[in-house]
Each structure stands twice: as C-alpha cells, then as structure tokens.
C-alpha cells in the first residue's frame, strides 16, 4: 500500500514552459486536491476533485488546469510556467463523506519540487 | 465564513520542555478539528484529531482538547524531543464544507538539545 504517491520529486521549468505533476492513490478515496506551499504562507487550495470526472477550483487556481480521468489518478499541469509558480507542490486524498463534523482527514503525497526560471 | 488561527513561530524550546501551540478557530456548529505534522523535506501527516466538542485527541506524546467554549484546539506535549521540530498545522472542516479543510499558517517548532 503506496497511499499518495507524487511524479516527479523535483523539476526545473523555464519561463513558458508546460509541465504536467502526476499524482495517485492506491486508497480507494473519492476526493483529490492539489496545494501549493510557499514560505509563509501555509497550504492553498488550487484545485480538487469529489469523484472521477468531476474538478472544481480552490482557492489559488489561476496559472492551472487539472483532470481526474481515472478514480486514482488527480494531474495538475501548467500551460506556461511563470516564476510565480516556484513553489512546493502537494496532492492529498480523502475518503468521502465525514457525517456531522465534516470532511474525514487527508492523505498527503511528498511533494514535487518546482522552479520556474 | 470558516477560519484557523495560529499562533506564530517559530517556537524554540529546550529538550524535555512543555509544549503548547495555539489554535483558534471560527465556524458554524461544531467543525471537526485536526492537527497536522510536516517534518523537514516531507509530506504532512495526520497526528490528531477531535469531532466533537470536548473530544480529546492524542497521538505520539500529543494532545489537543476541542474546547467548543473558547474555540479552541491547542497542541500540547509534556516533554518535547529533538525529533519533534517540524512544522505543525492546525485546520478545521466545516459543517457546511465536506470537500476542503481549512488550514492555520503553520507554527515551526524547533526543539534545541
């Protein structure tokens, strides 16, 4: 059991470059995010997923385009990097539902690297 | 709308020293409540949880009280070891949000041997 699992670990884009993160999950989870993480700045939401085929935008989206094709599959890419884009990216799965007090916890991949020169 | 607040680090402590990392938090009803582990170079990770008032979750030494009066849910440890520096988030979700956690800053913990 891998649990969340993140390709590639590390990468370095150029200015207008495109690039697609893969993330996957072995845990049967409905729900997928994707965050970012700067220095300061805690996790932001940039995209996730309630069920195959379905996404929706968090809260920092701009810059991004996501899919979910397949249940454990959740890919974040980036049409044409921009500086503003270095950062620490995280995929997270959760198991759906969560009853009276809300979502269940998540599952965290460990993360991929990026800078954009 | 739903929000987390921590207190700011970093947080340095000598080994054996008590520990404790503010959380408040504003929501609708009662939220379900956790805390989360990011050690150096790594993914987060799920240390407790609480979802319902009064709850006390605890793993690994940790421990943090749902307190529903003071909105409250602050990390304690009685004897905190070098191994325990990392970065800690609080976060909460919501009655009326099943789909996303909200996240607290994070508090940097550096313990000193």
């Known amino acids: 059991n891998a649990g969340v699992t993140q390709t590639p670990k590390f990468r370095v884009l150029k200015t207008g470059q495109s690039m697609t993160l893969l993330c996957a999950q072995d845990?049967?989870?409905?729900?997928m995010y994707w965050y970012r993480q700067d220095p300061g700045m805690g996790l932001r939401l940039i995209h996730y997923?309630?069920?195959?085929?379905?996404?929706a935008k968090g809260e920092v989206p701009d810059g991004y385009n996501v899919s979910r094709l397949k249940k454990q599959n959740f890919l974040l890419g980036l049409e044409s990097a921009a500086p503003s884009q270095t950062s620490v990216y995280f995929c997270?799965?959760?198991?759906?539902?969560?009853?009276?007090?809300?979502?269940?916890?998540?599952?965290f991949g460990p993360g991929t690297r990026l800078t954009v020169t | 709308g739903n929000s987390v607040t921590q207190m700011e680090g970093p947080v340095t402590l000598s080994e054996e020293a008590f520990l404790t990392i503010n959380c408040t938090y504003t929501?609708?009803?009662?939220?379900?409540l956790f805390w989360y582990v990011q050690y150096p170079g790594e993914g987060l990770q799920l240390l407790l949880k609480?979802?319902?008032a009064d709850d006390k979750g605890s793993n690994k030494g940790f421990e943090a009280t749902y307190r529903k009066e003071t909105t409250s849910f602050h990390l304690e440890k009685g004897s905190v070891q070098v191994s325990d520096s990392a970065v800690y988030f609080c976060?909460?979700?919501?009655?009326?949000?099943?789909?996303?956690?909200?996240w607290g800053a994070g508090t940097k913990l550096i313990i000193k041997p």
């Open positions: 997923s309630v069920g195959e085929g379905t996404t």
């Open positions: 929501a609708t009803g009662y939220p379900s």
């Open positions: 845990m049967n989870h409905e729900y």
């Open positions: 997270a799965s959760s198991p759906s539902g969560g009853g009276a007090g809300g979502l269940r916890e998540q599952y």
């Open positions: 609480a979802t319902k």
């Open positions: 976060a909460l979700s919501g009655v009326d949000s099943n789909y996303q956690l909200i």
